[in-house]
């Protein structure tokens, strides 16, 4: 069964730092990943995927992830933090190869910016 | 302008009488899904569809029926809700499962 881990209930940084939100799955065969942001009140709204290519990924609101098949992670990352970046953040991950069609997400982290 | 809606938005009721929350898109998805959102747990896949007439069980379909008989409708039925349902929901579609999905704004049950 494929899952995701993201090892975080919250991470707190200074506005202007940079930001590393973590993410790791188990899935069997090549992983198609996601990332997705949740504002209070809302549903979720997509950030980036990856499912090939390069390594590195550019998604909205100059977010990106690096995909690292060894360490099967997928970390959300952004050079330079804001205050309007504070939000619910979700990994999830549909196994390639799976059998099923179902997409798995991690329990989610909570991004806190302060100014 | 492309949106997923799902009602109602906020609903209390009492255990056991039949409830059910639609969900639309207007985006011509074939890929649809109903998640619960609960604290610590994330997202849970209750049911999805991949197209008119085929659905399927997520990780968490006990108690929860759900019905793909148009492409943009995908209601979601507590045919006998019990307060373990109370939760926050979510309606999604995509072009197809490896595509970015679409979330409604979600719907709030409290089942007392």
């Known amino acids: 069964a494929q899952s995701v881990a993201q090892p975080e209930d919250q991470v707190n940084v200074a506005e202007g730092n940079p930001l590393t939100v973590k993410c790791t799955y188990s899935v069997s065969g090549n992983p198609y990943l996601f990332w997705y942001v949740q504002y209070p009140n809302r549903g979720l709204q997509f950030l980036l995927k990856?499912?090939?290519?390069?390594?590195l990924v550019k998604g909205s609101y100059g977010f990106e992830a690096e995909f690292n098949k060894s360490q099967t992670s997928f970390h959300l990352k952004k050079p330079s933090a804001l205050v309007s970046d504070s939000a619910l953040y979700f990994c999830?991950?549909?196994?390639?190869?799976?059998?099923?069609?179902?997409?798995?997400f991690g329990g989610g982290t909570r991004l806190m910016v302060k100014p | 302008e492309a949106q997923v809606t799902q009602n109602p938005r906020y609903l209390i009721t009492v255990t056991g009488k039949k409830l059910t929350v639609t969900c639309s898109q207007n985006m011509n998805h074939e890929y649809m899904s109903w998640y619960r959102q609960d604290p610590g747990l994330g997202l849970r896949q209750i049911y999805y569809?991949?197209?008119?007439?085929?659905?399927d069980k997520g990780d968490v379909p006990e108690g929860y029926k759900v019905s793909r008989k148009e492409k943009r409708n995908f209601p979601l039925i507590l045919e006998s809700p019990s307060p373990n349902q109370t939760s926050l929901y979510f309606c999604a579609s995509s072009l197809s499962v490896a595509q970015p999905q679409h979330f409604g704004d979600g719907t709030r049950l409290s089942i007392l």
């Open positions: 569809s991949m197209n008119v007439e085929v659905t």
């Open positions: 999830a991950v549909r196994g390639f190869n799976n059998a099923g069609n179902m997409l798995t």
């Open positions: 990856y499912i090939t290519g390069d390594n």
